[in-house]
């Protein structure tokens, strides 16, 4: 049976392999037109980032290890998912200022289509009462790099299986491992996310996580879409208000526009499976994102409505609760705590729809969600939700 694995990085067996070919050639089996690339990038702010190029016949995507297993770009035909961000990367962590007193130096290193936000904490930044900082913005887990890194090939199925092993540890704190499972098969236009994350300590552990799902131009554009099923909406603060006439809609690029956020308790069929769909002004290309409700109960929508030089973008961001900050979260009960070895596991597929037939599909499938179940859009932020609402 053609199937064949590779360690790439290995910390502990001072194992580490900088540059990686691999094709039908070298596996066997009827599955044909796949390759992956597995390379170091040098100059700039890129200078020591590993990735891993992934091509399965139809659908292209870059997973970074350096950057805690986030997807930088991806491709499917002529449609290209992902965003242009002001800053050039993927970012060595290492020129990430995390700790700036700000509390935002985690967007010296945002550009990915896909990163992760968490995972002690995913949301507003936090200070200390003498104004010292307490959390980041969204987190470390997104500049931690991958301390194990694996391939695995299937010949016979087709299915390429990327895996990272990533940890978030400190003495005297959180000490989380997240092991990563980025899949696609051979000819499909779609690529899924399986973590498992898990407390390493002796002592309990708080855990949030939140999926940062980025789209940009082409497919952003004035007149593209969201198509969401839910049981309820709310406008995240006063600027999201003024946009929520256009909550589903996208607008031109704005210069000096604020950002929106909407916060959405999404609807689901009976195995909590959902899914959310963005797509073009015409419907004739989109990209899905498909997710447990169980496993990630909330859903954000972020639109960044600047120009495309400093980065108009929208997200579309499932996550185990609201990115406020880690405080108001807990009173809301909205932040996991592991026990000593205890785990969760997290699954989101995001699915290219490069034609207008497939985005008619996609759209059909999130709308028999809402079948039979009434929506409710607040007029105003909801205080359960919301902090300072």
């Known amino acids: 049976m053609p199937k064949k694995s590779w360690t790439l990085t290995d910390v502990e067996q001072d194992l580490y392999v900088e540059c990686f070919t691999v094709s039908p050639a070298d596996v066997g089996g009827p599955a044909t037109g796949y390759r992956i690339v597995k390379r170091r990038l040098y100059g700039g702010l890129r200078d020591g980032v590993d990735v891993v190029e992934v091509d399965n016949g139809l659908v292209r995507f870059v997973v970074v290890p350096t950057r805690g297993m986030g997807i930088w770009r991806a491709k499917v035909a002529d449609l290209s998912l992902g965003w242009q961000s002001p800053v050039k990367g993927p970012v060595h962590p290492a020129f990430v200022r995390l700790n ?12 990915e289509l896909v990163c992760r936000c968490g995972l002690e904490s995913n949301g507003a930044p936090e200070f200390h009462e003498d104004g010292r900082l307490r959390y980041n913005l969204h987190g470390k887990i997104a500049n931690c790099p991958a301390h194990k890194l694996d391939l695995t090939i299937d010949g016979d199925t087709g299915l390429i299986a990327v895996v990272g092993v990533v940890d978030e540890a400190r003495l005297f704190g959180n000490k989380l491992r997240m092991s990563s499972t980025i899949t696609t098969r051979v000819g499909q236009p779609s690529f899924t996310i399986t973590d ?8 309990p552990s708080e855990l949030q996580l939140l999926y940062h799902i980025n789209i940009g131009v082409p497919l952003l554009e004035p007149g593209a879409k969201l198509v969401a099923a839910f049981h309820k909406m709310a406008p995240h603060n006063d600027v999201a208000v003024g946009n929520l ?16 956020c909407f916060f959405y308790d999404l609807a689901t ?121």
Do not use: C, M
């Not at 498992?196 to 002592?203: D, R």
């Not at 006439?245 to 929106?260: K, R, S, V």
């Not at 037939?357 to 859009?377: D, G, M, S, T, Y």
């Open 269 to 389: 069929d009976a195995d909590g499976q959902t899914q959310v769909l963005l797509h073009n002004a015409s419907a004739s290309r989109g990209v899905s994102v498909s997710f447990n409700k169980r496993q990630l109960p909330y859903f954000i929508q972020w639109k960044n409505r600047q120009a495309v030089i400093d980065g108009y973008v929208t997200g579309l961001e499932p996550a185990t609760n609201f990115p406020n900050n880690k405080s108001f979260e807990k009173t809301k009960g909205r932040v996991i705590v592991l026990p000593p070895a205890g785990s969760r596991t997290f699954q989101v597929t995001l699915h290219a729809h490069p034609t207008p037939e497939a985005v008619a599909a996609a759209k059909a499938e999130v709308e028999k969600l809402q079948q039979n179940i009434p929506r409710e859009i607040l007029a105003k932020p909801n205080p359960d939700w919301s902090r300072g609402a």
């Open 196 to 203: 498992v994350v898990t407390n390493i300590s002796a002592e």
């Open 100 to 111: 700036e007193a700000s509390g935002l130096g985690w967007l010296d290193g945002f550009d």
């Open 245 to 260: 006439p256009e909550w589903d809609t996208y607008g031109p690029e704005t210069p000096g526009a604020p950002e929106a």
